[in-house]
């Protein structure tokens, strides 16, 4: 590690928490003409957003954003009880807002829009029409650490958007689809964010740092790879393992693991997020199915309230990107 970066660098998911950006919480929901993601949403999340197509969910549904809201400074007092310096995105301009037509906008979930490997800070590639543009309000935070810590700093290259939903080249690269495990990094795919052409063009990119590259194609339902799998610590991990086509990773198969379903995986129980070797966050939801079983081996549970944000397809990883993730 480069001395002059000491305040970004992402080891694993699971080394102890320092720095993170934690989502704001903007959404306004497509129109029903324009909606593409309908196909991972549950019944539930469905339910809520069936007055709010083509509207800002502050204007439809004002008491969902104020429980949204906060859900976010819950999490926050949470964050810093546990010495996590926390960096918020600034939110949309009225001209952004603007620009997103019957696209929608969003400003929700910070995991997707970058992601920190080592020292390389990578800015994604979103598939759907309303993220396209989700890393403007935190790209500002991006240069600053960039500058002032001497670290990589890129793009994924300008995707071709040209042709129907499952038929667009991209590259697409999400951060909920790239889970770090040191040297060894994981990349889900499953036809709804990253594809194979983003993972060829990150593989070849993080080669040259020693880092390789496993492609992990996931069940149709499912979004990202963290919304079928969590590294909890080293060697357990919580999983849906119907989500994985191809089975467990290799490197993966050894670790003790708690297995869900995939109704459960859809409803965000896996998309928990580590502060440390530890510790555990997850939904009250969740702590019958997953969080009494994380107790009996040795983990702390803390407990959020999240259901809007879940709601809405992302939970406590998807509104975080860490900054600084390491041992030491």
């Given at each position: 590690?480069?001395?002059?970066?000491?305040?970004?660098?992402?080891?694993?998911?699971?080394?102890?928490?320092?720095?993170?950006?934690?989502?704001?919480?903007?959404?306004?929901?497509?129109?029903?003409?324009?909606?593409?993601?309908?196909?991972?949403?549950?019944?539930?999340?469905?339910?809520?957003?069936?007055?709010?197509?083509?509207?800002?969910?502050?204007?439809?549904?004002?008491?969902?954003?104020?429980?949204?809201?906060?859900?976010?400074?819950?999490?926050?007092?949470?964050?810093?009880?546990?010495?996590?310096?926390?960096?918020?995105?600034?939110?949309?301009?009225?001209?952004?807002?603007?620009?997103?037509?019957?696209?929608?906008?969003?400003?929700?979930?910070?995991?997707?829009?970058?992601?920190?490997?080592?020292?390389?800070?990578?800015?994604?590639?979103?598939?759907?029409?309303?993220?396209?543009?989700?890393?403007?309000?935190?790209?500002?935070?991006?240069?600053?650490?960039?500058?002032?810590?001497?670290?990589?700093?890129?793009?994924?290259?300008?995707?071709?958007?040209?042709?129907?939903?499952?038929?667009?080249?991209?590259?697409?690269?999400?951060?909920?689809?790239?889970?770090?495990?040191?040297?060894?990094?994981?990349?889900?795919?499953?036809?709804?964010?990253?594809?194979?052409?983003?993972?060829?063009?990150?593989?070849?990119?993080?080669?040259?740092?020693?880092?390789?590259?496993?492609?992990?194609?996931l069940h149709p339902k499912i979004l990202h790879l963290d919304c079928a799998l969590s590294l909890v610590k080293d060697g357990l991990m919580i999983?849906?393992?119907?989500?994985?086509?191809?089975?467990?990773?290799?490197?993966?198969?050894?670790?003790?693991?708690?297995?869900?379903?995939?109704?459960?995986?859809?409803?965000?129980?896996?998309?928990?997020?580590?502060?440390?070797?530890?510790?555990?966050?997850?939904?009250?939801?969740?702590?019958?199915?997953?969080?009494?079983?994380?107790?009996?081996?040795?983990?702390?549970?803390?407990?959020?309230?999240?259901?809007?944000?879940?709601?809405?397809?992302?939970?406590?990883?998807?509104?975080?990107?860490?900054?600084?993730?390491?041992?030491?």
């Open positions: 590690m480069n001395k002059k970066n000491e305040q970004v660098f992402v080891e694993s998911e699971f080394a102890p928490l320092k720095r993170v950006v934690l989502a704001q919480s903007q959404f306004s929901v497509p129109t029903k003409e324009n909606m593409q993601s309908e196909q991972f949403l549950t019944e539930d999340s469905l339910e809520v957003l069936k007055d709010a197509y083509g509207k800002d969910i502050a204007d439809a549904l004002p008491e969902v954003q104020k429980k949204w809201e906060n859900e976010k400074e819950n999490f926050e007092k949470l964050l810093k009880k546990y010495e996590v310096e926390v960096i918020r995105p600034r939110l949309l301009t009225e001209n952004e807002k603007k620009d997103g037509k019957g696209e929608g906008y969003s400003n929700f979930f910070a995991r997707d829009p970058f992601f920190v490997i080592g020292q390389m800070i990578i800015e994604g590639s979103m598939k759907f029409g309303h993220r396209k543009k989700e890393i403007m309000p935190i790209r500002h935070i991006l240069e600053h650490e960039a500058e002032q810590n001497e670290c990589l700093y890129l793009s994924v290259p300008q995707a071709d958007r040209l042709g129907e939903f499952y038929d667009m080249k991209g590259p697409f690269l999400e951060g909920g689809d790239v889970l770090v495990l040191n040297k060894e990094i994981f990349v889900g795919t499953s036809g709804l964010a990253s594809n194979h052409e983003g993972i060829v063009w990150l593989r070849n990119f993080v080669s040259n740092f020693g880092y390789t590259v496993t492609e992990v194609p999983i849906c393992e119907e989500a994985f086509l191809e089975g467990i990773p290799e490197s993966l198969k050894e670790w003790d693991k708690i297995s869900v379903s995939l109704e459960d995986a859809q409803k965000l129980i896996t998309n928990g997020l580590p502060l440390n070797e530890e510790v555990y966050v997850t939904d009250m939801e969740f702590q019958s199915i997953i969080g009494e079983q994380l107790t009996k081996k040795g983990i702390m549970v803390e407990y959020i309230d999240y259901s809007v944000s879940r709601s809405f397809g992302g939970s406590f990883r998807c509104t975080t990107q860490p900054l600084l993730r390491m041992n030491g």
